[in-house]
C-alpha cells in the first residue's frame, strides 16, 4: 500500500466558483495579464466574467491573445515581456490545454528574462515564478492539475515538454458552463486525451494506490460523459462528468507520466495537424490490447468502470485519412528510441514495436 502525492495548486469548481472564490485572485495583486487563445475565451463566457470581476475589484487588466494551439515558445516569451510591460503581478491563463500550458511558462518567463527558452527547458531560471491563476474552458488535459507544460520549439516544430514543481498552477477554477461553447469535435478529442491520460498511467507498471483510485474514478466519469459525445450533444450532467473526470485524469499523470501514446501522438500532431487527443488516441486500442495480455484484470476493471461505450468510443479512435509510406515510418525510429514513456507500459515497449504500429496503423 502507497499514499504518494503532490499537488499544490488550490482548485475550486462548480458554477460561479470565479465569482464565489474571487477574494483569492484579488488577493494576488492589483495587475494581472490575461493570456488567451484566438476565440475560446471570450465565446466559453470565463473572459467575460474575469473581466467583469476585475473591474469591479480594481485590478488593472491587460490582455495577450496571440496563443495558437500547440503553443509555440515565441509566443510565450512574447506573452511574458507583455506581463513585464505591464507591471504584471500575476498571470491568468483562460483557455485549453494549450493557453493553460503557456500560462504557467509565461508565469515563470515573466519574472525572469522573458526570452530565456534555453533556461527555462534547463530548468535554471533564477526567479520564483509570478503567481498563476488557470480557468480552463476544454474538459480534457487536465493541465490545470500537473506540474507539465508542453510547448512546440520555434526551431523544429517539436512538442517538448517541461516539467517542473515551479509550473504548477497557484490557483485553479473549474466549471464546467465554460466547456459548453467548444465545438464537438474539440470536446470529443480533449475527452479521448483526458481517457488516455487515465489508461496510461493507471496501466503502467509504476501505478500505485493513490494513482489507481484516481483513474478508476475518472474513467467512471468519462464513461457517464462521452456517451453523449458520441451521439448528442452533453448536458450540464454530462459536461460536468467531463470535466471532472478530466481533472481526476490528470492527477493520474501528475503522478506517473504517460506512456508510448503520448509521444507517438505528437507526431501526428506536429505533421499531420491532428488534434492532440484525437492523435493520442490513436495509440489507444494498441494499448488496451497490450494491458489484454500482461494485465487482464486491470483492463476488466477499466472497461467496468467505463461501461458498455467503450468499443463505441475506440471505433472513433481510427483515423482513416493519416497515411505514411515505408520510408517515412523508418524515418521516425531516431525520435522514437529510449522513450521513458516505454518502461511505463503494460509489458515494457521499444523502437521496433513504436514502427510495426506505426505500420499496422498507416502504411497504405
Ligand atoms: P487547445 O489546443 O487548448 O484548444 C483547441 C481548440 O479549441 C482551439 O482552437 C481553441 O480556441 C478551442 N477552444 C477551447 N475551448 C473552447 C471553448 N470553450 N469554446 C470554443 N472553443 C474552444 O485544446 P486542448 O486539447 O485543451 O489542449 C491541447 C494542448 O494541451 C496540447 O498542446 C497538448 O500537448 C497539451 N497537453 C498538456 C498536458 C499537461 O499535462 N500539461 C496534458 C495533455 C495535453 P482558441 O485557440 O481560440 O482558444
Ligand atoms: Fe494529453
Known sequence: MTFDLYMPAQVHSGDGCLSRHFSLVSALGSRCLIVT????????????DFEQLCAQ????????????????????????LA??????????????????????VIAWLAANRAEDIDGL???RLPNAPLP??????????????????????????????????????????????????MPPSVAFSTALDA??????????????????????????LLGQGMPSLLTDTPDDTARQALLYGSLWAGLV???????????????????????????TAAFLPALLQRAAVHCPQKLQRLQAAFGASLP?????????DVVMDAQRIQGYRARLTGCKHYERTPGGFSADEALDLLTQLFLR
Not at 487563445?37 to 467575460?48: D, I, N, Q, T
Not at 476544454?138 to 512546440?152: N, P, R
Not at 517542473?164 to 458552463?177: E, G, P
Request: charged letters at 15%; aromatic letters at 6%; one cysteine or more.
Open 37 to 48: 487563445g484566438h476565440s475560446g475565451a471570450r465565446l466559453s463566457g470565463a473572459l467575460r
Open 132 to 181: 498563476c491563476v488557470l480557468i480552463g474552458t476544454t474538459a480534457g488535459t487536465g493541465s490545470e492539475v500537473t506540474a507539465v507544460s508542453v510547448l512546440t520549439r520555434d526551431a523544429d516544430g517539436r512538442k517538448v515538454s517541461v516539467t517542473d514543481a515551479r509550473c504548477y498552477a497557484t490557483l485553479v477554477f473549474a466549471d464546467a458552463r465554460y466547456t459548453a461553447s
Open 195 to 220: 481517457l488516455c491520460h487515465a489508461a496510461e498511467g493507471y496501466l503502467s507498471p509504476q501505478c500505485d494506490d493513490t494513482t489507481e483510485h484516481f483513474a478508476l474514478k475518472a474513467f467512471e
Open 57 to 80: 475589484n480594481g485590478i488593472q487588466t491587460a490582455q495577450y491573445d496571440g496563443i495558437p494551439e500547440n503553443p509555440l515558445c515565441s509566443r510565450c516569451s512574447a506573452a511574458a
Open 121 to 123: 527547458y534547463a530548468r
Open 312 to 320: 463505441d468510443v475506440l471505433q472513433r479512435c481510427i483515423l482513416p
Open 253 to 279: 499523470i501528475n503522478s506517473k507520466g504517460t506512456a508510448f501514446p503520448h509521444p507517438m501522438g505528437y507526431i501526428l500532431t506536429e505533421e499531420f495537424g491532428i488534434a492532440h487527443g484525437a492523435a
Open 83 to 104: 506581463a513585464q510591460n505591464h507591471g504584471a503581478q500575476f498571470i491568468v491563463g483562460i483557455g485549453g490545454g494549450s493557453v493553460l500550458d503557456a500560462a504557467k
